[in-house]
């Protein structure tokens, strides 16, 4: 298979599939479709990222049986070609919480919790000499709030200022850094996948496939638990029936105070949204065409941002309007 030549053309072509930091094209060959998987011009880093997405899929495949195969990376040109899943985005078959996933998205949930749970270190990539200790959540969980405390700190002015309307604090982290220090249980690393939500898993006719293993981190498993909760949003049944699901899977010293440290990893990922989608729903508010598209996604912001703002001990006001406003005058045409 010439995979320069498969990149070359992914490249000549115009559409590609969902991803936010790649973009994605099924190439057909004479054996049957690939998908080309090269990164996208400009996104910016909006997440901890550890390990080169092709190292992790060479390294969990043994493994993980429901992760896409890597057929060839390439460093330079930077492109993967990935095994191409037939089937459907769970998005598409289940777009929110009013329609249940179907039991067999929730069995390979369960799977893949309980593969990567056993997945050993001596088989991923090395992790960086700073980074957290095995079973210190503590410094996990600080090394994720940093990661939010940059992205807040290196705004231009025209981004600043839109924080400042929004009245999103200079340290957003601030107390959730105090309880990290004072309430996460220590419990061993364990790989994760990091980005498990609905666009990421494609169901096909008897499983379900998970895709996208850029943000794949080695740390505390319940925050795996808690991103995929919080992009996900599960209704009640759903919900429960994955929180067993996880709990079956893990291992007993993976448990370890697990259901109280969900819930500071839930509200780190409600103060993360608060300041990555502000930068992202006010652009796209700066770019709706219409005003009523702008109220839409000034609405969501304002949701994500009242979800935030107990984390922040303070009330939150702001109207869907006057997010708009504050959106078209920092982020307006020829602005930021």
Not at 246 to 260: K, M, S, T, V, Y
Not at 289 to 301: I, K, M, Q, S
Request: with cysteine.
């Amino acid at each position: 298979m010439d995979y320069l030549a498969l990149y070359e053309k992914a490249r000549t072509h115009k559409g590609s599939l969902a991803g936010f930091y790649h973009h994605n094209v099924r190439v057909d060959t004479d054996t049957g479709p690939v998908l080309v998987r090269t990164r996208g011009p400009g996104a910016e880093s909006m997440d901890l990222t550890l390990w080169p997405e092709s190292s992790v899929l060479e390294a969990v495949q043994p493994y993980v049986s429901r992760a896409p195969r890597l057929l060839h990376a390439s460093a330079d040109p930077e492109f993967q070609i990935h095994e191409f899943v037939e089937g459907c985005l769970v998005d598409e078959v289940s777009p929110g919480s009013d329609t249940p996933l179907p039991q067999t998205v929730l069995d390979g949930l369960e799977r893949l919790f309980c593969e990567m749970l056993r997945v050993p270190v001596t088989a991923l990539p090395p992790v960086p000499s700073d980074w957290p200790g095995d079973g210190d959540t503590k410094a996990f969980a600080l090394r994720l709030l940093a990661c939010v405390r940059e992205i807040r700190s290196r705004a231009d002015s025209s981004l600043e200022g839109l924080y400042q309307d929004l009245d999103i604090p200079a340290d957003p982290c601030g107390p959730l850094s105090e309880r990290a220090v004072a309430e996460l249980s220590g419990r061993p690393f364990r790989l994760l996948h990091a980005d498990i939500h609905r666009k990421n898993m494609i169901l096909g006719k008897e499983a379900v496939v998970f895709l996208d293993w850029e943000l794949a981190l080695w740390g505390d498993p319940v925050y795996d638990l808690a991103d995929h909760l919080h992009k996900t949003v599960h209704n009640v049944s759903d919900r429960h029936r994955v929180l067993a699901g996880w709990e079956r899977a893990a291992p007993a010293e993976c448990r370890l105070g697990w259901q109280d440290d969900l819930e500071f990893y839930l509200a780190y990922e409600e103060t993360k949204s608060a300041v990555v989608d502000t930068v992202r729903w006010g652009r796209r508010i700066a770019l709706a065409p219409t005003a009523h598209e702008r109220l839409t996604l000034a609405g969501e912001l304002r949701h994500k941002l009242i979800r935030a703002s107990p984390h922040w001990d303070r009330a939150w006001s702001p109207q869907a309007p006057e997010i708009v406003d504050a959106a078209l005058h920092r982020l307006g045409p020829g602005v930021g």
